[in-house]
């Protein structure tokens, strides 16, 4: 019964979520971004990094093959940026996952354990708190020389700590519930009661925090690729590309556009779809 309680609850809001009509606009327009980003580069006859020396730096042709122009280097503007998107989402969607799975797990186990279990956590949370993210950045680049792995290995291990302090409040609430004593005194082991009744029972903190941490993680890819740490040429990512277009602005603004506007364009449609998740789970509007 109690199941079925739950089931019809997170029903109720995803129904509410859909008829958020600006939510929904942006799941779709977020949705043709994403198999635009993944697809459209197999319709060219060249990848991101082909040099077409018939055609340097041309401008927006709107022509195929080069449709959108090239670079200085000859390299295909929209395919570069299609296969930069492909980075950066994938850094945003898998980085925000397993942030947020680790910070999940990290807090529920915090909050029910409470005591010096979850003081010593919690002491822990709040030290990796204090260390500058920049500086963290460097160092992982310099242990792990440089690249994907580095900058996806800094955004995660920075960004689950927020997700484990909002999911500790939320597991000490729950253990004190009278299921979860009824399981405890039916002898569920504290593994079990953390997988089988603490995390599920944080699904729309989780939802709605996931929701908001997706765009920062892509928006720390950007940055950090901007000032040079993280993704390195020839590889493209938007953060990189918007570098690049940022040095050529006064010469030619379409570098700085095309991949500008497709960042802007994600990070509006996540942060709408946020703000309907929020409103949909939003304990006090139901």
Request: charge should be negative; charged fraction near 15%; proline fraction near 4%.
């Amino acid at each position: 019964m109690a199941a079925d309680q739950s089931l019809s609850t997170l029903q109720l809001q995803f129904r509410r979520f859909r008829a958020n009509r600006l939510a929904m606009a942006s799941v779709w327009v977020l949705g043709a971004v994403v198999v635009l980003c993944f697809l459209g580069p197999y319709a060219f006859p060249f990848t991101g990094e082909d040099a077409d020396f018939d055609f340097i730096a041309a401008p927006a042709l709107l022509e195929w093959p080069h449709l959108f122009g090239t670079d200085d280097f000859g390299r295909d503007l929209l395919v570069r940026v299609l296969e930069g998107g492909q980075v950066s989402l994938t850094i945003g969607f898998l980085g925000a996952l397993t942030a947020g799975v680790i910070g999940v797990l990290y807090g529920a186990v915090a909050g029910y354990a409470g005591g010096r279990t979850d003081s010593l956590m919690m002491r822990t949370v709040e030290i990796l708190y204090g260390f500058p993210y920049v500086i963290l950045v460097i160092l992982l680049s310099l242990l792990f020389g440089g690249g994907t792995v580095a900058l996806f290995a800094a955004i995660v291990f920075t960004l689950w700590l927020t997700p484990a302090v909002i999911v500790r409040a939320q597991a000490q609430s729950l253990a004190r519930r009278e299921f979860v004593e009824a399981a405890r005194a039916g002898g569920m082991t504290a593994r079990q009661i953390v997988l089988t009744h603490i995390v599920p029972n944080c699904v729309s903190v989780v939802i709605v925090y996931g929701s908001l941490l997706v765009p920062e993680v892509i928006l720390s890819e950007s940055f950090l690729s901007f000032l040079g740490i993280g993704i390195k040429e020839p590889q493209a990512s938007w953060g990189n590309l918007i570098q690049t277009g940022t040095a050529a602005m006064d010469t030619d603004l379409r570098l700085l556009l095309l991949p500008g506007g497709m960042l802007a364009v994600v990070l509006l449609c996540l942060n709408f779809i946020a703000d309907g998740l929020r409103d949909a789970f939003d304990p006090n509007d139901r």
